[in-house]
DNA sequence: TATGAAATTAGCCGGTA
DNA sequence: TACCGGCTAATTTCATA
């Protein structure tokens, strides 16, 4: 059900590289009719090995121009779901991890500037099981990139 | 060079949510035809406002089951420049960033399980400008999304 | 806006484990 | 039988002018 053969790679790096490729352009990269392409992808969506497709934003372009790595600490045992409801509403988030170690969670912001960065960062310590957080801000993005559609090992 | 009106944000929205749908059914929900809408999508690529389409992957499903935190001190002054030419040859860094603190860099990374996780951690210090890493093991992820197409401030 | 070219998509058939 | 791919045709979409 959950089976991903060499060409349904090809075609996931593909798709990675330019999700707004043809079927019949990918087909003819990997030696397939478009249609036998579409059903492939189609079964990938539905599987749930594709998730969808997505445009590459330019954060800065948008305004989006300060981001932070956030540390927070939680009181009392707190479930991930339950951080993650209290989490959602706030729209700098962008992503938010639970994590081992010392925190409990790790939050990626994204504000438009330092003082937006601030605000949101109060926010995000005035959610109520917030006890403590340790911000990182980000100085410069040196990488971002899609996992390969092949695991090193 | 770089206005982004708000028919612009709407149409990177819908990108965003899926890179696939064609202009003409972005254009209806813009009131806008299709030549339009791709004139203004050419636009957002050639001013860097888009940077690409691509396919969202289920990391889990190609195996890419464990990730990690990274904190990376470097010894004496590194260029954030040279950071990212020795982290780009590692498969298993998915995205990188200079940060202000203690530490020099986060390296976000992606593995297919903890020994594989162990082996890329174990590659990434080796790498001579490194002096000392600390890592937080992602136990889950509760969150992850674009960032909203408006700063909210 | 309109027109030719290209892509998408559903249906049908054959080969194979 | 179930799965997978190719082929065809109707429709939609694209990229010109």
Redesign the pocket.
């Known amino acids: 059900m959950l089976?991903v053969d060499v060409?349904d790679q090809r075609i996931i790096s593909r798709l990675v590289a330019d999700a707004r490729?043809?079927?019949?352009?990918i087909?003819k990269a990997v030696?397939?009719?478009?249609?036998?392409?579409?059903?492939?992808v189609d079964?990938l969506l539905e599987t749930g090995v594709l998730r969808g497709f997505t445009a590459v934003v330019n954060p800065e372009a948008l305004g989006w121009g300060t981001e932070a790595f956030v540390e927070v600490h939680c009181q009392g045992n707190v479930s991930p779901d339950r951080i993650r409801q209290r989490l959602e509403p706030l729209p700098e988030v962008v992503a938010a991890y639970t994590v081992s170690g010392a925190a409990d969670a790790i939050v990626h912001l994204r504000a438009a500037n330092i003082h937006h960065l601030e605000d949101a960062l109060e926010r995000l310590r005035a959610v109520d099981m917030v006890s403590r957080t340790v911000s990182t801000v980000v100085l410069s993005t040196l990488l971002e990139r899609p996992p390969a559609p092949e695991p090193g090992q």
């Open positions: 089976r060409i490729s043809s079927y019949a352009e087909g030696s397939l009719s478009a249609p036998a392409v579409k059903r492939r079964r």
